[in-house]
């Protein structure tokens, strides 16, 4: 690598950090979207630290051709595009660079994907899969029955502290993305299983230990993402539901039952957290086969 590469990859790498600081100070990002964001970011620059000497905007175009190159997806691309424009559109703003080298760069086409989701059957068999004779039955049940009534993120439902749930009122506070919140009603159902958890399962875990944690492992903490994603693995086999079955699509399954129950698209929005519409969008799948219903039975000449 030659010197005048060896500065420039210098140069970025401080650039990746005062972009991770301001995403953290400033904007407020999840961990979660911390990590994607120096995931992609550190990629990028191992690329231009590895690649032929060339100013940014080059090195910007080579790294788009690798991608496309490696057979990366288009949603994969698009996610990667995305970094480098909000990357370098910081860098503009902030003086760094003269100009953005993201500006005409196109984004590749996905195609719109229909979000899995389970049908009732299958949720009912998932939620009655946990023993409800063990604590930790009664707290994955909880969890299960919360995610479901409520369509949390799985992030946002292993932190949910004790004082977001207030039970007389069915109203459960989320933290989402950005440390935004909101206010989401929970059903009977999953309130009735949290009241058996925090009653019989959760004071058995913690053994006079404080925690404001509403859902502990048997040392006090929060449950992880990766340890309820193997747990939920292991009720969807009991169930009889052996593929892909992650938190998301009992989130997807959130919406879709909503949706098919008659709620609005903007309703659906808040209560899942998505700052744009467009987001929410991809639930329309059901909004169609609704208005095909409602024409079919509705309509003098349908």
């Given amino acids: 690598m030659t010197e005048a590469a060896a500065e420039g990859v210098g140069s970025l790498s401080g650039e990746i950090s005062a972009y991770l600081a301001y ?7 999840a961990a979660n979207s911390l990590e994607s964001y120096a995931h992609d970011l550190e990629k990028f620059r191992e690329f231009c630290r590895s690649s032929e000497p060339g100013d940014r905007s080059e090195c910007v175009r080579r790294y788009v051709n690798h991608l496309y190159q490696a057979g990366r997806s288009s949603r994969t691309i698009a996610r990667h595009l995305s970094t480098l424009r909000n990357f370098h ?9 003269a100009s953005d080298p993201t500006e005409h760069l ?5 195609w719109q994907t229909i979000p899995k989701f389970l049908n009732s059957g299958q949720i009912d068999r998932l939620l009655q899969a946990p023993d409800p004779l063990r604590p930790t039955g009664l707290r994955d049940r909880a969890m299960l029955e919360l995610l479901y009534a409520t369509g ?10 004790v004082s977001d749930l207030n039970a007389e009122m069915g109203v459960l506070r989320a933290t989402g993305k950005g440390n935004k919140q909101r206010l989401i009603p929970v059903g009977k159902s999953a309130l ?8 019989d399962g959760r004071p058995c875990l913690l053994r006079g230990r404080p925690s404001r944690y509403l859902f502990v492992t048997a040392r006090g903490g929060c449950l992880t993402r990766q340890a309820f994603w193997k747990l939920l693995a292991g ?5 009889g539901i052996f593929h892909d079955l992650t938190p998301h699509v009992i989130r997807h399954s959130f919406a879709t039952h909503l949706l098919e129950g008659g709620a609005d698209l903007r309703s659906v929005q808040t209560m899942l957290g998505h700052a744009d519409i467009s987001t929410t969008q991809i639930y329309t799948h059901v909004m169609r086969s609704r208005l095909r219903k409602t024409v079919d039975e509705h309509h003098p000449r349908a």
Avoid at 23 to 29: I, M
Avoid at 192 to 199: D, E, K, L
Avoid at 235 to 239: D, I, K
């Fill in 235 to 239: 009720y969807g086999r009991t169930a």
């Fill in 192 to 199: 009735a299983a949290v009241r058996a958890w925090v009653a």
């Fill in 23 to 29: 995403c953290r100070v400033e904007k407020g990002l």
């Fill in 89 to 97: 559109r910081f860098l503009l703003r902030e003086g760094r660079i």
């Fill in 152 to 161: 949390l993120r799985v992030s946002e439902l292993c932190r949910v502290n």
């Fill in 106 to 110: 196109g984004t590749p086409k996905q």
